[in-house]
């Protein structure tokens, strides 16, 4: 059975450095037979968490909040595997990114122990510098905190113009960490 792979893309620019380490993760996952839907997190309408532990009422939009979130809690539940795409910002992910997954935590109020369903996990991210360790920090913990295995990270620096990416090694670390990713 194929498996199913959600992507949170947290960048601001379709057609940006991070969008184009998107496009190369996908394509790689597809053509290893993956049914890949990403999800292009600002141009969607996702108010932040608020901490209500109201969620985790109703199965199709567990959160309280009805907003861009109810298109990717479906998704998030038949995941397999769920891709973190986001540019650096002050060392860190996007508040795209941070504000979607945050609101992920009403799926786990559906659970009696609050748990999040168990996932496998990619991390994507483009920068015009290279100071990632916190951002790897933030992801490695996560993963251990949440129980997931990550695949792997594709960390690619010095790409602040739009198309700068192009012709990188990290395009093709892309591809197969997505062809990787979707076995």
Not at 102 to 122: H, Q, T
Not at 147 to 174: F, N, P, Q, T, Y
């Amino acid at each position: 059975m194929a498996k199913k792979i959600v992507i949170l893309n947290g960048s601001p620019r379709k057609n940006g450095n991070t969008s184009a380490l998107v496009r190369a993760f996908a394509d790689g996952a597809r053509e290893a037979g993956a049914d890949v839907r990403e999800f292009f997190l600002d141009g969607m309408d996702i108010g932040g968490c608020k901490g209500c532990f109201g969620g985790g009422r109703e199965g199709g939009c567990p959160c309280v909040q009805k907003d861009g979130m109810a298109e990717i809690y479906p998704a998030y539940r038949e995941a397999d595997v769920v891709v973190l795409a986001s540019p650096l910002y002050y060392w860190n992910i996007s508040g795209q990114l941070k504000t979607a997954f945050d609101r992920l935590f009403a799926v786990a109020e559906c659970d009696s122990d609050y748990r999040n369903p168990i996932k496998e996990s990619a991390l994507l991210m483009a920068a015009e510098g290279n100071g990632f360790e916190e951002s790897v920090y933030w992801y490695d913990r996560l993963m251990v905190h949440l129980g997931w295995k990550s695949h792997g990270k594709v960390l690619c620096g010095g790409v602040m113009g739009l198309g700068d990416i192009e012709g990188r090694k990290e395009i093709e670390e892309a591809r197969q960490l997505g062809a990787r990713a979707a076995v």
